[in-house]
């Protein structure tokens, strides 16, 4: 019988939903660690990505396509927008809306932050082989994808 200090019950310890939990912990803790280092958060990641993925868009849709809170949007739209990483116009069609739009700085600074949350996600999965890697996201995927989630 294991009696080590800090080892949580056999009972716990094969619980998927608690693995799955455990395992996003330690995954947010390197991924936050590293864009801090870069010195942003998750939102300004998400909201590049999106912007340069599907292009020049009102901030309600990139809201929705992210996952980013309505209030949370302006403060993260206004930040990047003063870095230059976002440019922000009225909507021609509706001058109430705002369209938001990567700029080239912001392009470079994607693909470093790309290239930093490869390295994270690299030390995240250190101690799995590539093909288990593969088929963990994969599983990952169809979990949250039945579960009505989104990979934001």
């Known amino acids: 019988m294991d009696t080590e200090e800090g080892t949580p019950p056999q009972r716990l310890r094969a619980l998927p939903s608690r693995l799955t939990n455990q395992a996003a912990l330690a995954a947010n803790r390197i991924v936050d660690r590293a864009l801090a280092e870069a010195g942003v958060r998750r939102y300004h990641y998400a909201l590049l990505a999106a912007s340069e993925e599907y292009g020049p868009s009102s901030q ?80 990952l995927i169809r979990l949250v994808d039945h579960h009505g989630g989104r990979h934001g």
């Open 60 to 139: 309600a849709d990139l809201g929705r396509r992210t996952g980013i809170d309505r209030s949370d949007m302006v403060a993260t739209v206004n930040d990047l927008a003063e870095r230059r990483l976002l440019d922000r116009t009225p909507d021609p069609q509706d001058r109430r809306r705002n369209i938001v739009s990567i700029t080239a700085t912001g392009r470079r600074e994607l693909g470093r932050l790309d290239r930093l949350l490869a390295a994270a996600q690299d030390a995240f999965l250190a101690p799995l082989p590539p093909s288990d890697r593969q088929i963990l996201t994969g599983l």
